[in-house]
T-cell receptor
Framework: AQSVAQPEDQVNVAEGNPLTVKCTYSVSGNPYLFWYVQYPNRGLQFLLKYITGDNLVKGSYGFEAEFNKSQTSFHLKKPSALVSDSALYFCAVRDITYDYKLSFGAGTTVTVRA | DGGITQSPKYLFRKEGQNVTLSCEQNLNHDAMYWYRQDPGQGLRLIYYSQIVNDFQKGDIAEGYSVSREKKESFPLTVTSAQKNPTAFYLC?????????FGSGTQLSVL
């Protein structure tokens, strides 16, 4: 079985401060890991993915994520948050040992205040 | 334009009625997915299909059915057995593990 946990329902930060959204995962085999973002009244958009290689992955809009195998984590980070980063963020995992099943976490609402 | 088209945008179901949500893609993707989004519960996988004429149950398949007769189409039927169908339904297709989502269908019960 595979699963994703996003321990924080909400994250609030001031504009210009660092932003971190936490994600931990559980798979039987090897993981592919993803972050997606859902802006208000817009569809879900792909941010970044970890497949293999460098543990630090860079994605869209200045976001990055670090894969930590020992802690089974894949936290999303942005050095300096913008008000426009306010959205709902989802972490997702696929166990590549098996098939195309892609499981999402419950989501974290990020609010960046001016 | 290439993309995922879901219809209708809003759908109302009467008790005991089956309803079908449409999902069409012209991206030539092999894999397609159906997710249900409820507030506070994130995206939960209903069904997914890796190729034509093949599909697998996700985590919450009870009360739902799908078909994959064509590569472009992956319709979802919400049956009367689904007792709590009110939710936002998202269809997606994938290429190289990047999902492309449709704009969703909001299903409500009358």
């Amino acid at each position: 079985a595979q699963s994703v946990a996003q321990p924080e329902d909400q994250v609030n930060v001031a504009e210009g401060n660092p932003l971190t959204v936490k994600c931990t995962y559980s798979v039987s085999g090897n993981p592919y890991l993803f972050w997606y973002v859902q802006y208000p009244n817009r569809g879900l958009q792909f941010l970044l993915k970890y497949i293999t290689g460098d543990n630090l992955v860079k994605g869209s809009y200045g976001f990055e994520a670090e894969f930590n195998k020992s802690q089974t984590s894949f936290h999303l980070k942005k050095p300096s948050a913008l008000v426009s980063d306010s959205a709902l963020y989802f972490c997702a995992v696929r166990d590549i040992t098996y098939d195309y099943k892609l499981s999402f976490g419950a989501g974290t609402t990020v609010t960046v205040r001016a | 334009d290439g993309g995922i088209t879901q219809s209708p945008k809003y759908l109302f179901r009467k008790e005991g009625q089956n309803v079908t949500l449409s999902c069409e893609q012209n991206l030539n993707h092999d894999a397609m997915y159906w997710y249900r989004q409820d507030p506070g519960q994130g995206l939960r996988l209903i069904y997914y299909s890796q190729i034509v004429n093949d599909f697998q149950k996700g985590d919450i398949a009870e009360g739902y059915s799908v078909s994959r007769e064509k590569k472009e189409s992956f319709p979802l039927t919400v049956t009367s057995a689904q007792k709590n169908p009110t939710a936002f339904y998202l269809c997606a297709s994938s290429s190289r593990d990047k999902l492309f989502f449709g704009s969703g269908t909001q299903l409500s019960v009358l």
